[in-house]
């Protein structure tokens, strides 16, 4: 079974510093997705970065980035110059590519809460 | 565009109580899936609707869980009776497509339960 984890429940990032999240996985499967979500405070959860596993090149989104370790199953982001309203818990998400059932099950870790300083 | 949206966005009931739980997709999206996240651990799977058929609800804990979507338009998650090892924040989500391109899974705010 597939399974993603988060080994960092909380973070803290001064205002214009970089910071990175970790997150692992463990699939057997050859073909997937990993996505970053990010779910403010009373908000909904958005993507913020989404990645196939196919791709060895590293998915970027503006100040949001990834290092993507295929076969460390690494998948790390990284938020380049904070902003206050980065601050959220951000999931790290894996789906597989192709299902016979039809349905596509997001495996989530257990999230990273980060915290922006002023 | 309305996002997908939830109510009651909080509630807080006796364990033997009953909760329904109600999410309004996205118009026009066909797949609706239902989310729980129960503090502290990871959000996870509970099922899947393709329109008012449910395609996979390998994820529902038990049969005190009862999902229902009449018509393929909004979705209710009924606990009945409610534990206290069901509070949590439950979230709904939908999409237009099942396949990957083109499928952009959008969520919802969540339902946070708590049951004491």
């Known amino acids: 079974a597939q399974t993603v984890t988060q080994s960092q429940p909380e973070m803290s990032v001064q205002e214009a510093e970089t910071v990175t999240l970790s997150c692992t996985y463990d699939t057997s499967e050859s073909d997937y997705y990993l996505f970053w979500y990010k779910q403010p405070p009373s908000r909904q959860m958005i993507l913020v970065i989404r990645q196939e596993a196919y791709k060895q090149q590293n998915a970027t989104e503006n100040r949001f980035s990834v290092n993507f370790q295929k076969a460390a199953k690494s998948f790390s982001l990284k938020i380049s110059d904070s902003q206050l309203g980065d601050a959220a818990m951000y999931f790290c998400a894996y789906r597989r590519a192709k299902v016979a059932s039809g349905t596509y099950k997001y495996i989530f870790g257990t999230g990273t809460r980060l915290k922006v300083l002023a | 565009e309305a996002g997908v949206t939830q109510f009651p966005s909080h509630s807080v009931i006796e364990k033997g109580q009953t909760v329904t739980l109600r999410c309004d997709p996205i118009s026009g999206h066909d797949n609706l899936y239902w989310y729980r996240r129960v503090m502290g651990k990871e959000i996870k799977f509970l099922l899947h609707?393709?329109?008012?058929?449910?395609?996979?609800e390998s994820g529902m804990p038990n049969n005190r869980f009862l999902a229902e979507r009449t018509g393929g338009t909004y979705s209710t998650l009924k606990v009945q009776p409610a534990e206290l090892e069901d509070s949590g924040v439950y979230f709904c989500?939908?999409?237009?497509?099942?396949?990957?391109?083109?499928?952009?899974?959008?969520f919802g705010e969540g339902s946070w339960l708590t049951v004491v």
């Open positions: 989500a939908s999409s237009q497509r099942g396949g990957f391109k083109g499928n952009t899974i959008y």
């Open positions: 609707f393709v329109k008012e058929s449910k395609q996979d």
